[in-house]
């Protein structure tokens, strides 16, 4: 029988928030891009949307 999948080790308190990288993943192929909203996505050319405080 399997074993379950062991807890993730816990984070110290002062370790402060993760960081949130979903604002670079494409919404079509899943690609995380750290160029995006710079040019289309660069795996599927996919144009991203324009985000907050772009003037298109």
Do not use: I, N, Q, W
């Not at 370790?15 to 919404?27: I, K, N």
């Amino acid at each position: 029988m399997d074993k379950p999948a062991p807890d993730p080790p816990a984070r110290p308190a002062d370790a402060g928030e993760l960081a949130c990288l979903l604002h670079l993943v494409c919404d079509v192929c899943g690609y995380l891009d750290p160029a995006r909203g710079a040019a289309p996505c660069a795996r599927c050319g996919t144009p991203f949307p324009a985000g907050p405080g772009s003037s298109s």
